[in-house]
Each structure stands twice: as C-alpha cells, then as structure tokens.
C-alpha cells in the first residue's frame, strides 16, 4: 500500500477515472452493443427489401401507361392503341392526359339504405316511411329555410323536372341538362368520376317518377362508351323553419346515424336567407358522405360533387325570374391536362415513423437499466464512499450516454442514407441532427430521473420495454389519428407532445410526410423554411422538447440528491453550502447531549468511561482522534404491524489514529447498522459523528474523500477485473502514474491476487474468498485514514486468513480501522480494542486481555470419565474450589469453572493424579479464559 496520504483528487481526476472505468465496461459488453445495433440495421434492410418488392410492382406493364389491344370498330379486329386505357385506371397517375374526357356532373344521391326517413330521434313528421327502404323506394329529400318561405318553395319547385325527355341524337347533352347523380364513392383524382364506369346506377333526380322513368342509355364520353341504367328518383323538398333545424336534422341523422342506428342522409339543404327578386343570396349544405382527408398537410381529398347543387340553385332563382326560357347550361366537367409521371411510392417514409420511434426508444432502458443496476447494487454509493462526487460522476454519466446516443443515431442515419430510404436523404440533415441531438438529450435525463423511482434494475427493464413498444403502439394508432384529424384542437395536440415518447413520435411523423410527399411529387423534403408552415409540427416540437430537457435535467438531479441511498440531502439543500470543514464542536457538542444518557447502563464502567472520553474531546477538540461517535441511535421504523426495531442505541466511541477497534456481537446485534450509518449506507436516527474532523450528517461528501469500505458483501463489476478495479479506486484516491501502478501491484500482491493471471481475471469469475480479498485491498487502496471493515475474513482458507491478518496489521499505521467480525481469533489477533454488541448497545470495551481479565477471572477444567464416576469427578473439584461451578455435563464428561484465587495449578496437577488411582480417567484439561467465552458470558449476561 502507498505509505503517503495524497492530496483529495480533484474534479478533472475523479472524471478522468470514471471516464475509463465506463469505456473499458462497455469494450467489455461489446456483444451486447451489436445486438442493440443490429436492431436498426436489420429494420433499415427489411424496409429496403419491402420498398423493392414495391418498386417491382409499380413498376408492372399494368401500372404504366403503355399500348394495348383495342376493337375500335366493332369488327372483331383489334388495333393497338397506346396511352391511357380507361379500362385500367391505375395507370391515371402515371400516364398522360393532355385531352382528358368531358362528363356531365353528378349529385352525390344518398343510397337507398341510408335516404332520409322518420326516426324518433327526429321532431319532423314529414319525412317518408321507414318502411320504403325495404323496397328501395324512398325519395331523396332537400331540405329548404329562409327568411321568405313563399319565395322558396317556388324556387323548390322550379329546382328539379318534371320528366326527362331522352333525345337519341344528343344524349349526353340530354344527360347534361338533367339532375343526375350516383351512390358510388368517388376516387381521389378526376380523371373520371367512377359513376360512369363502375357497377352503380345513375339516379336522375325528378319531380314525380312515372313507371317508365327508369331507362337504359349509351354515354358517349369520346373515345369511350358506357351503357348504364339510369333509374328515377323522387326529389322531397321539405322546408324548415330555420338554419338551426335544419343542422339539427342534419348532425342527427347524417352518416353517423342516430339513437336508433338509423342513417338519414340528405341530398342538399339551402337556406334562400334573404333572396328576392332583386338579391340572390343562398348557402348550401351538401352531401360529404365520403369525404376523407387524407393528408392534413397537403388537403388531398376525394372528389366532392358540389357543382351541379349550386347550378340547380342558380337555374330555380333565372327560372323565377326569367322563365323556362332562360337556363345556365351546365355541359360538363373536366380534369385539368397532366403530362406522363413516374409512380413513386415510399414505404419507409409511409410505415416508418412507428418502426423508428421503437429504434430511437430503444436506447431508453439501456440507460435506465444501467443507472438503476448500478443504484441496485450499491456500485454508485461504493463510488462516492471512496471519494467520488456527485458532479464528476453526473457529467461523465451524462456525456458517455450521451455519446453512446449520439453514435447508435449516427450509425442508424447513415446507415438509412447509405442505402438509400427517403425518409433520411430527402430531408434536411441540419434539422435532423438538432431533432435527435435534443430528443436524446431529453431521453437521458428522463432516464436518470425514472431511475430514482426504482430499486429493481430487472423492473426497470420491464417497464422501460413496455413504454417502448406502448408508446409506439400509441403514436401509431391513437396519436397520429388526432394529428391528421383537422378538427382536434392543436392545443391538446401541444399538451400530448409533453410526453416525450409522442414529441418523438411527431418530429418523425414530420419527416416521413414531408418526404412520402417529396418523393411522390418530386419535390424536395423538410427544409429549414418549412418549419415555418402552420401545418408542420416540428417547430413546437423542438421547443417542447428543448424546454422539458432542461427542466427534466434539472428535476433528476435534485431528485437524486434528495432521494439518494444513504445520507440524503435535505430538500432545501440548495440554500446550504455542499462541504463546511469548519465545523464547531462545542456548538454541536451541547446540541447532541440533551438526553444522551437515555440507554446507557451506567453500572458498566468501561462504557461509562468511553462516553465521557467522547464528550471531553468534543468540548476539547483535537486532531488525535480520526472517529468519534457520540449518542449514535438507529430506529428502524414498524412495518407489517411489526412494533419499530432499535438497532443502535446511543452509541459513544472514540477510536484514536493507529488503532484497530473490534467490534463483537451475536447476529443482528447492530454492527452493521452502525457500520452502515458510518459509511453513509443509512442516516442517523439521532446523534452524529465525526470523521476526521468532519460531521457525518453534513459533510459526508467530504468524509468519502479519506475513507475506506470494505463492505459485508462484494461491492464489484462482473466484467471488471481486479487491476481495473484497483486501477479505478487508485484514481479516485489522487494516485497518478508509476505512484498508482506500484499501489495497485503492492495492493494485488498483498492480497494475494497477483500472480497465475488472477488479476487480469474478470471479477464475475473469482470465488468469494478471492472478492473478499479484493474488497480489502479496494478499502486499503490510497492510504485512507479511516477504513471500515464488515466482516472481511468471511469465506477465507486459512491460509488467505492469514495473509489478510498480516494486511490489516501493516494497515493500522496511522489509520483508525473499525472491523466487525465473529471469529473471536481473528479478533484478537487485529484488534487493539474490542466492544462487544448486544441487542443495539455496547456491553463492555477494552483491550483482548483486559476483557479476559475483567470478564474471565477463572479455569475451565475440564474432564472425561466412564457415567458412574461424575460423582467422584464433581466431589474432586468441590474439594480444590468450594465456588466452582459446573457448565458443561454430557456423556462423562464435564466442564467447571474454577476461581483463579482459589486454587493453584500445582493443586489441580495433584488431584488429578490422585483420581487417575481411583477411577479411570479418559481425558482431562485445564485452560485459562478465552476470548469467546468472554464474549458467550458477556452476551448471555446482556
């Protein structure tokens, strides 16, 4: 070990040593690193095989626009003809139109399952017969209001014919002029509205259907020919006294249906407001049955047939005014010309914001479980016990997570981009790069703010995993659908985005919009100017969660200072300074006495006298002494019903430098309650302490910087070996260079750890005796001043015992060392002093042969003979010793405790041969008091 005390080791030196013992823990995990990347990985090349197998579909002869065979003059020959084939309309969105075709326009009719009839959920009487719907008769109902009831029945009236007259030579102008309409659904572009061409009927809307009203007919839409049924309906103009009842029936029954199931759609409502002969001014509710908004932020909608309503309309208003004689001809619609473009069909930017949102996420139980592995085990407080502080130990924690991070999203980004998925190369990598820099910064501090809520790493795992897959499974399916969804407010929009699982969800959502659009119109992604588009989310994105990191960060760091293992931090710690070495003993001395006498047994003089001692060197403070307790007291509180447990009461010591205290006791005595409150494990109930000069209540942190641990139970990383652990602790002590190669060879060797390649074994593999051998040479490391030791033979051969025995008592130079142990041997082979523990109070304290002195004043004799002669034996040590007294009577044999100032050994030697003349005697002993009886009589007696 060093034989020089170096200096505490400053901020850059306590970081420099955890920044090695991180990089060296994850070279060593670097098979779980490739699994955790191979996820990313794997998932990009899946999506790439799926984008091909798309990309081999558009790009089928069936998709593009190409040549086909065509009967173009009924002869039974066919010509070829390329371009667009209307048999086909797929290939719309690839080919080119530069004449598109001209059909008249269509209302949206309500099927006949769904037009409108009485429900009861309606007030209007007037409404059909729910019973015309089994035989597909009912009429398609309009409804009217308006400030002038008599003007607009008329224009009611005038709105639909009274017959269809069919004219062969011109049937589609006939068709033109007519109120008809379809139930199909229509498509996304209009190219052609599918009621031309699909298996649905043409409905023509009339006054009164005759029987001979429904008809087959030859729509010439050049080069094309479709024969459709053209079927009758009734139109039911019905008026309303005002707007509010017309939206009344209209949010009751249309689409969603009402109380009773019923769907009631209308064809069209119009409320004349205040038309007369001199102002035409209407609106106009139409039927949006199939309206779908598939993309919020490029408004791309079905076809909505509106145009023949408002033309139905504006011909009732000319014929109220002008007469028959007058029309607005309305003689067709039409798509706009378009030239010939490739399919495009992203599918990483279309599916892969779920998938990525889980890729991103993954890296969250990484570190969560680590922290709380580390928090579990007590490796973090071992840390901080040999002198590494919370800063160091936050800021190295911090950047090697978040170096981690930053490499996983670097790989998964230029891994996507290699190969080539839109969703990374379309947009811009600026923006990129802020959005996942904040987002796992923002990650990593939620993390270390989860890991104060547990104390399970394996249920951090379980329940980080489950977030995962649970907030992509949420974003996915219930998120993403209030996003598009344009009537959701965008203020709850902003309030869900406080979860960080569902910013991260939406920055993606972003990005795969912007570059599904880009790559299917040929544009280009997200660039810094889109931020400022009302539709794009990511600016209130990034703000979130550049907010919430640094509050998160903030509300981690406090929350462990607050609720860390061992002496927490009061809660207004903040207003406090960290570390005061100025501490006032005679101040602190007279606040700790009141009642400090509460369980100590004043008939022990021993104890007595140790209090005393303690309480003269608080009011006469002095550097000789490297520990003094004084009225230390542990409670643990009740549980389960279970009355509160005392642990420690009122212990006082003063433990010199250069002095090894014993500490003895039967299980659950205490000592390691009281070892756990010296070394920060647990607070104090009441009392305090003092290390070095140093209040264990307020200045732990500075206590760590001089103390050694060897803990009851090993302390160590698995994948660590002992050099590296070693190694690290040295750092922590202030050992630099050939100073901390030669202390971590000396500590290696001392132990008994060195040689055969023990030390560069990882410290999963090493036995027990061989961690206990390594947690000693961990507390002894750097030359601490004050070393505690729980039991640190445990598990040991002989052999190792007494090598360790011969460590110890190298180490008690200049130190004061504190050691529990139950191996009384041990005890007295170490300790300078012993106390022995019972039940929570020190029973007696002194030197091995003072307690043997004080405690053992006699001879143990003992004796075996045949069973009819114990009498004899009995009678013999009766005669030596009239105060002898019998503990020990088995089988023959039997065992007395013999006054020391009653008899001479001569006299025993003596009587013994006198009895060998009598009887047979098989075995006899005479020995002075141990040690362990000692400690059975004293433990007995408490």
Known sequence: MADMQPDPASFSTQANALLRKNLTYQKRNAKTNCRLISFPFILCVLLKLLQAVVDTQLNKASNKCGCQCVDTNNDGTCEKVCGLQFSNLDQVATCPIPSPPQWPPLLQIPAPEYRAVKTGALPFTDLPNGSCRSTGSCPVTVLMTGSNQSLGQIMAGNMFASSLTLMSSNVTDTLANSALGSDSEPRENNLLDPGFYDNTPLYNVQQQCTPNSTFSVTIHLSPLEFKKEVICVEGLNLWRNSSAEVNEELYKGYHQGNSEGKINEILAAYDFLNTDQNTFNMSIWYNATYKDNKDNSNQFFNLLRIPRSVNLASNAYLLLLKGPSTRILFDYVKEMPQPASELRLDIASLIGTLFFTWVVLQLFPVVLTSVVYEKQKKLRIMMKMHGLGDGPYWLITYLYFLSLSMMYIFVFVTFGSAIGLKFFTMNDYGIQFVFYFIYINLQISVAFLMATFFSDFKTSTVVATICVFGTGLLGGFLFQNFVEDSSFPRGWIIVMEFYPGFSLYRGLYEFGQYAFTGNLLGTSGMKWKNLNDHVNGMKDVLVIMFVEWLLVLFAAYYMDQVSSSGIGKNPLFFLHSFCNKKSSFRRKSSLQRQGSKVFVNMDKPDVSQEREKVEQLLLEPSNSHGIICHDLKKVYP?????????????????????????????????????????????????????????????????????????????????????????????????LKGSALTQAVEESLRSVNLFNGGVADKHAGKYSGGMKRRLSVAISLIGDPKVVYMDEPSTGLDPASRSNLWNVVKRAKKDRAIILTTHSMEEAEALCDRLGIFV??????????????????????????????????????????????????????TQKFEIPKHEVRIADVFHAVEIAKGRFPVFAWGLSDTTLEDVFIKVANAA
Request: charged fraction near 20%.
């Open 638 to 734: 009740g549980r389960d019903g279970n009355p509160e447990k005392v642990a420690v009461k009122g212990l006082s010591l003063a433990l010199p430098r250069a002095e090894c205290f014993g500490m003895l006791g039967p299980n659950g005595a205490g000592k390691t309650s009281f070892i756990s409150m010296m070394i920060g494990l647990t607070k104090p109930t009441s009392g305090t302490a003092y290390v070095q000069g140093l209040d264990l209540q307020t200045q732990i942190d500075c206590i760590y910087t001089c103390m050694g641990v060897c803990p009851q139970h090993d302390l160590l990383w698995e994948t660590l070996t002992g050099r590296e652990h070693l190694l690290f602790y040295g750092r922590l002590k202030n």
């Open 839 to 892: 039940d929570g109070s020190l029973q007696c304290i002194g030197n091995p042969k003072e307690l043997k002195a004080r405690y053992g004043g006699s001879y143990v004799f003992t004796m075996t003979t045949s069973a009819e002669h114990e009498v004899e034996v009995a009678n013999m040590v009766q005669q030596l010793s009239p105060n002898a007294e019998r503990t020990y009577h088995t089988s023959g």
